[in-house]
């Protein structure tokens, strides 16, 4: 169908859908069961059983399924059995972390994909663009990104950036014609809106004409699949660090083999243990538990109202030294109130909270009627025309659908009995010029009854003063003097030194007969009405986040558009702003040059009056002075600054899809307190992943030094191969998975921030790990020498205490890892995870030895109770022997 050469209402029929109801949700139902989600096709992902084989692709894996084979044909049946079971069950433990991984990010993909505003059975609601269907009703303004293919109905001002399709960088400017040319191209079709393109300036409504595949984004879909790799720079690092442990782990196990083969062992049985100890020493596992410990720690983020939307996020949330935060809705609680009214030298007070329209008007504290004084009846009126906002009713709550600012005019108007729909009635908008920050105005012209025109406008005071040549004055037009100016700088400090946000309202009569107007016709030679004032109250959580960071060695700077006295009104209620810092308004940030605004960038903890462009200038000078810097953003003009930052924050309430495009984190609920919480839980997802590769590195490094030292010392194996796969398969899997699982100790938000060039064995924990797994090895060849005693008839039975002595050990020293200091430094029963999955790692230990259908695959044998406290009093001593060296240090 040619909709771009139909008329509105030939499009309305042809899709049977209504301009003023939109769709009905049962027929949009009905659409989407037949023609399915709005979404792009992706490429086929890999299948369950593919992902499942491809868990024994590993090299070492391979080697040891041939060496499992060489032993079914030299008879060895219940070994060969033994160890492919054990592959097998290793198999599927990967494949499961894996497919744990995989679900864990299409949730995310899902939770970040965009909304767009639809007309629903007569009322415009927020939905995901997965669920529009083809007769749908889009509202879209600048900053929003097109859901789906639209045929324009409604255009003001609409400029659509459309270069995702064209290549052309410049916006297109919009309208609602038919467009008869022959074969038009995409840059062609005026009155169209395509899926993925970007709102640049004004607003309009469309009707939804394509979607999913059978949009123009469809027919190039696989130029724009999603190919990013979501691997971090962590996973990176660990990756290349298991290639280095590969080949340590191999030239060991090939001195361990020569070793025995050296002194009189078995070629065949050397070989297998020399095998499986490879298998065991290498973490295989690493990069699929640290991919899993991420996507559990995104989703405690989900739950905590931030979604991650790039992983590397994650581990550089545990590096941010600076937050830059705006105000509004983010420090505050975005619910609005006119509280202060002012108009030619007079004041009135207003009461009520939030959103509810019930309130009364005051002057000099003396209630009065709102509609017997002129002006500010004026200034009521004026304030809910030049409006796009709407107030809901949800039971016993009002919600407003728009800005905050136009919602606390809105009730304003509504706590002096005015009613928006009849205003509507009495005075008709004709054309409109949408709020933007470079002008920081909005304007409406509109018809009376009478057939009189008037422009209105509202916007930023000091901007709206000096483009207007009059003001009124007890009820007069007076010409706006220096005197005047002067009045009304005076009206707007005062209210600013209350922190309250003011917002001017300004008219004009022109002509009836006058065409139409541009912005910089229209808003020009005004009249000045008068002020109103609101506040914002701070979120009653962010003062203690914002204490909280602060001894977290994280600096909290305000960003914000508002007054300079508002804002550090704001600032000081918040702890923010202290004596020792600064503040710095839009016109000096504008005079400094980059190096000259590093230089002082530091001592300055609010910025205000400020335009998103400044957003960027901040970000670069913090980075430049070394800083990791966390920045908060909801419109287009963020963007840059968003994207620049070490972690871009968007707002998932007010921030716009673009905003939401370029950042790595969106909260939810557009809460300081959040950043707060998604950077403590960035922190403890990191420690979390150094605790197990401490864990596993240790247990590692002290089963390759056990069968080391024994060779060495010309001792028998103290570990059959199928012994060593065992303890692979019981102390390496759930513990280290539960490791992952574990909550921030009470001083992860004490310390300061880490270093992003860290490395993984930072602080110590090198030495952590080649110590602890030392121990770990001796003990281990102790508790087998102790039992052996030279008798060739005891081999078994040694075995299977040393067996026993290296699995208690590791389990013991699990708990140690829980802390950087020491096993007594946390309740080691505060992670129930971990205490159930050792739990379960003993059970399994104690069943390969006292179950007899299994002794023979396992060549175990029951161990005495007398010996128990041998094995329990060595496996404790490389953990408690290190823990009590703390406890010393402590008490000195």
Known sequence: MKYHEMEAREVEETLNTDRHEGMSEEDAKKRLKQFGYNELEEGEKQSALLLFFSQFKDFMTLVLLAATLISGLLGEYIDAIAIIAIVVINGFLGFFQERKAEKSLSALKELSSPQVIALRD?????????????????????????????????????????????????????????????????????NMGFMGTMVTRGNGIGIVIGTGMKTAMGQIADLIQNAESMTTPLQRRLEQLGKILIVVALLLTVLVVAIGVLQGQELYMMFLAGVSLAVAAIPEGLPAIVTVALSLGVQRMIKQKAIVRKLPAVETLGCASVI?????????????TVTHIWSGGTEWTVDGIGYTPNGEFYKREKKIEPKSDKALQQMLMFGMLCNNAEIKQKESEYIIDGDPTEGALLVAGMKAGYNRSSLLHQFQITEEFPFDSTRKMMSIVVNDQTGRRFIVTKGAPDVLANISDTILWNGKRQIMSKEMSANINEAINDLASQALRTIAIGYKEVSAGAGKFDEKEAEKNLTFIGLQGMIDPPRTEVKSAVKECKEAGIKTIMITGDHVVTAQAIAKQLGILTKSSKVMDGRTLSTLGTEELEEVVEDVSVFARVSPEHKLKIVKALQNRGHIVAMTGDGINDAPAIKAADIGIAMGITGTDVAKEASSLILLDD?????????????????????????????????????????????????????????????????????????????????????????????????????RGFLIGIVTLLAFIFSYQGNPEQLAYAQTVAFATLVLAQLIHVFDCRSEKSVFARNPFGNKYLVGAVISSLLLMLAVIYWEPVQPIFHTLPIKASDWLMIIGLSSVPTFLLGFTYLARKTK
């Open 122 to 190: 007569g009322e415009w609601k927020k939905i995901s663009s997965k669920e529009v269907v083809v007769g749908d009703l889009l509202k879209f303004t600048s900053g929003d990104r097109i859901g789906a293919d639209v045929r324009l109905i409604e255009c003001n001002n609409l400029e659509i950036e459309e270069s995702a399709l064209t290549g052309e960088s410049l916006p297109v400017q919009k309208s609602v014609s038919p467009v008869k040319t022959d074969d038009p191209g995409i840059g062609d079709m005026e």
């Open 324 to 336: 830059c935060s705006d105000k509004t809705g983010t420090l505050t609680q975005n619910k609005m």
């Open 671 to 771: 809460n300081f307190a959040t950043i707060k919480s998604a950077i403590k839980e960035g922190r403890n997802i990191y420690e979390n992943i150094r605790k197990f590769v401490r864990y596993l590195l240790a247990s590692n490094v002290g089963e390759i030094l056990v069968m080391l030292f024994a060779m060495i010392m010309a001792l028998p194996l103290p570990l059959v191969p199928i012994q060593i796969l065992w303890v692979n398969l019981v102390t390496d899997g759930l513990p280290a998975m539960a490791l992952g699982l574990d909550r921030p100790e009470e001083n992860v938000m004490k310390r300061s921030p880490r270093n992003p060039k860290e490395g993984i064995f930072s602080r110590g924990l090198g030495w952590k790990v080649v110590s």
